[in-house]
Protein backbone atom coordinates (compact mmCIF):
# COMPACT_ATOMS: atom_id res chain seq x y z
CA UNK A 1 0.00 0.00 0.00
CA UNK A 2 1.34 3.57 -0.97
CA UNK A 3 1.24 5.83 1.72
CA UNK A 4 0.49 9.32 0.53
CA UNK A 5 2.91 12.41 -0.28
CA UNK A 6 3.53 14.48 3.22
CA UNK A 7 4.05 18.40 2.48
CA UNK A 8 6.85 19.12 4.49
CA UNK A 9 7.13 23.10 3.35
CA UNK A 10 9.89 25.08 3.51
CA UNK A 11 13.12 24.32 5.69
CA UNK A 12 12.26 27.15 8.17
CA UNK A 13 8.74 26.09 8.24
CA UNK A 14 6.72 24.10 10.94
CA UNK A 15 4.21 21.91 10.10
CA UNK A 16 2.69 23.61 7.08
CA UNK A 17 -1.18 23.26 6.17
CA UNK A 18 -1.27 20.52 3.85
CA UNK A 19 0.55 17.76 6.01
CA UNK A 20 -1.63 19.21 8.66
CA UNK A 21 -4.01 15.99 8.27
CA UNK A 22 -1.16 13.83 8.06
CA UNK A 23 0.14 14.55 11.37
CA UNK A 24 -2.83 14.14 12.75
CA UNK A 25 -3.76 11.25 11.53
CA UNK A 26 -0.30 9.48 12.50
CA UNK A 27 -1.52 10.88 16.13
CA UNK A 28 -5.17 9.45 15.79
CA UNK A 29 -2.99 5.79 14.79
CA UNK A 30 -0.76 6.32 18.17
CA UNK A 31 -3.75 7.02 20.30
CA UNK A 32 -6.10 4.68 18.74
CA UNK A 33 -3.46 1.79 19.42
CA UNK A 34 -3.76 2.44 23.36
CA UNK A 35 -5.32 0.59 25.65
CA UNK A 36 -8.33 1.91 27.83
CA UNK A 37 -6.31 2.04 30.80
CA UNK A 38 -3.18 3.99 29.04
CA UNK A 39 -6.04 6.39 27.60
CA UNK A 40 -7.01 7.45 30.90
CA UNK A 41 -3.33 8.72 31.23
CA UNK A 42 -2.28 12.39 30.05
CA UNK A 43 1.23 11.05 30.29
CA UNK A 44 0.26 8.47 27.22
CA UNK A 45 -1.02 10.90 25.03
CA UNK A 46 1.93 13.32 25.69
CA UNK A 47 4.48 10.24 24.45
CA UNK A 48 2.10 9.79 21.42
CA UNK A 49 2.74 13.71 20.77
CA UNK A 50 5.76 13.46 21.36
CA UNK A 51 6.46 10.80 18.86
CA UNK A 52 4.19 12.03 15.93
CA UNK A 53 6.71 15.25 16.64
CA UNK A 54 9.33 13.21 16.19
CA UNK A 55 7.51 11.13 12.97
CA UNK A 56 7.64 14.56 11.50
CA UNK A 57 10.86 15.61 12.47
CA UNK A 58 12.57 12.56 10.39
CA UNK A 59 10.33 13.60 7.20
CA UNK A 60 12.00 17.41 7.30
CA UNK A 61 15.44 15.94 7.89
CA UNK A 62 14.69 14.03 5.26
CA UNK A 63 13.83 16.29 2.98
CA UNK A 64 15.57 19.42 3.73
CA UNK A 65 18.77 17.40 5.03
CA UNK A 66 18.18 19.47 8.81
CA UNK A 67 15.96 18.69 12.26
CA UNK A 68 12.97 21.13 13.00
CA UNK A 69 14.27 23.71 15.04
CA UNK A 70 13.18 24.44 18.57
CA UNK A 71 10.76 26.77 17.43
CA UNK A 72 9.16 24.42 15.18
CA UNK A 73 9.14 21.79 17.66
CA UNK A 74 7.19 23.64 19.97
CA UNK A 75 4.72 24.88 17.26
CA UNK A 76 4.50 20.96 16.15
CA UNK A 77 3.67 20.48 19.51
CA UNK A 78 1.08 23.59 20.03
CA UNK A 79 -0.89 22.36 17.06
CA UNK A 80 -0.99 18.65 18.25
CA UNK A 81 -1.82 19.74 22.06
CA UNK A 82 -5.36 20.96 20.00
CA UNK A 83 -5.40 17.55 17.98
CA UNK A 84 -5.03 15.13 20.62
CA UNK A 85 -7.51 16.62 22.24
CA UNK A 86 -10.31 15.73 19.33
CA UNK A 87 -8.65 12.55 18.88
CA UNK A 88 -8.63 11.34 22.58
CA UNK A 89 -12.59 12.37 22.30
CA UNK A 90 -13.31 10.74 19.16
CA UNK A 91 -11.50 7.62 20.35
CA UNK A 92 -13.34 7.87 23.58
CA UNK A 93 -16.73 7.92 21.72
CA UNK A 94 -16.34 4.91 19.65
CA UNK A 95 -14.96 2.65 22.42
CA UNK A 96 -17.93 4.38 24.57
CA UNK A 97 -20.24 4.12 21.23
CA UNK A 98 -18.75 0.30 21.36
CA UNK A 99 -19.36 -0.84 24.83
CA UNK A 100 -22.97 0.98 24.69
CA UNK A 101 -23.32 -1.33 21.78
CA UNK A 102 -23.21 -4.61 23.68
CA UNK A 103 -24.82 -2.91 26.81
CA UNK A 104 -27.94 -2.56 24.35
CA UNK A 105 -27.55 -6.38 23.25
CA UNK A 106 -27.36 -7.38 26.60
CA UNK A 107 -30.22 -5.74 27.93
CA UNK A 108 -33.40 -8.36 27.62
CA UNK A 109 -31.04 -10.71 30.40
CA UNK A 110 -30.94 -7.63 32.92
CA UNK A 111 -33.84 -8.40 35.19
CA UNK A 112 -34.93 -5.12 34.97
CA UNK A 113 -38.87 -4.27 34.91
CA UNK A 114 -40.00 -3.86 31.63
CA UNK A 115 -40.41 -0.41 32.06
CA UNK A 116 -36.59 -0.17 33.48
CA UNK A 117 -35.77 -2.19 30.55
CA UNK A 118 -37.46 0.36 27.63
CA UNK A 119 -35.95 3.28 29.41
CA UNK A 120 -32.56 1.79 29.25
CA UNK A 121 -32.62 0.96 25.88
CA UNK A 122 -34.16 4.11 25.35
CA UNK A 123 -31.37 6.40 26.72
CA UNK A 124 -28.60 3.79 25.65
CA UNK A 125 -29.83 4.14 21.47
CA UNK A 126 -29.80 7.90 22.35
CA UNK A 127 -26.32 8.30 23.42
CA UNK A 128 -25.00 5.69 21.47
CA UNK A 129 -26.91 7.25 18.29
CA UNK A 130 -25.38 10.80 19.19
CA UNK A 131 -21.67 9.85 19.62
CA UNK A 132 -21.72 7.69 16.50
CA UNK A 133 -23.24 10.81 14.85
CA UNK A 134 -20.84 13.34 16.06
CA UNK A 135 -17.68 11.04 16.27
CA UNK A 136 -16.86 12.79 19.46
CA UNK A 137 -17.32 12.82 23.45
CA UNK A 138 -18.64 16.04 24.99
CA UNK A 139 -18.94 16.58 28.52
CA UNK A 140 -22.78 16.42 28.10
CA UNK A 141 -22.30 13.02 27.64
CA UNK A 142 -21.49 12.43 30.89
CA UNK A 143 -24.77 13.57 31.90
CA UNK A 144 -26.52 11.27 29.57
CA UNK A 145 -23.87 8.29 30.89
CA UNK A 146 -25.06 8.90 34.28
CA UNK A 147 -28.61 8.78 33.47
CA UNK A 148 -28.06 5.01 31.72
CA UNK A 149 -25.65 3.89 34.58
CA UNK A 150 -28.72 4.81 37.32
CA UNK A 151 -31.06 2.14 35.50
CA UNK A 152 -28.48 -0.41 35.58
CA UNK A 153 -28.12 0.33 39.12
CA UNK A 154 -32.14 -1.24 39.38
CA UNK A 155 -30.68 -4.37 37.80
CA UNK A 156 -29.82 -7.25 39.71
CA UNK A 157 -26.59 -6.39 41.53
CA UNK A 158 -24.26 -9.12 39.09
CA UNK A 159 -25.46 -8.10 36.15
CA UNK A 160 -25.39 -4.49 37.10
CA UNK A 161 -22.26 -4.47 38.89
CA UNK A 162 -20.35 -5.58 35.40
CA UNK A 163 -22.12 -3.82 33.80
CA UNK A 164 -21.17 -0.34 35.96
CA UNK A 165 -17.46 -1.57 35.84
CA UNK A 166 -17.42 -1.42 31.99
CA UNK A 167 -18.94 2.18 31.73
CA UNK A 168 -17.57 3.64 35.19
CA UNK A 169 -13.90 4.45 33.30
CA UNK A 170 -15.60 6.36 30.76
CA UNK A 171 -16.83 9.05 33.27
CA UNK A 172 -12.94 9.46 34.89
CA UNK A 173 -11.27 9.73 31.52
CA UNK A 174 -9.26 13.02 30.12
CA UNK A 175 -11.07 15.67 32.02
CA UNK A 176 -8.09 17.80 30.68
CA UNK A 177 -9.74 17.53 27.43
CA UNK A 178 -13.05 18.46 27.82
Given amino acids: MRQRE ?10 VEDARSSVVDHLDGLIER ?25 LHRAYHGVP ?14 Q ?14 ADELGKLQRDVEGSGLKD ?10 GTLRDGLERRLEYR ?13 IKKAPTAWGERRLRRLEPFLDRHRWWL
Fill in 6 to 15: IAIGDQDQGI
Fill in 34 to 58: MSVEERSEPGRVQDAKELTVRWYDR
Fill in 68 to 81: LSRDQVDEAMAFLD
Fill in 83 to 96: AARGSVAKWNARQL
Fill in 115 to 124: ADRAALRARI
Fill in 139 to 151: REDDDALVAVMDL
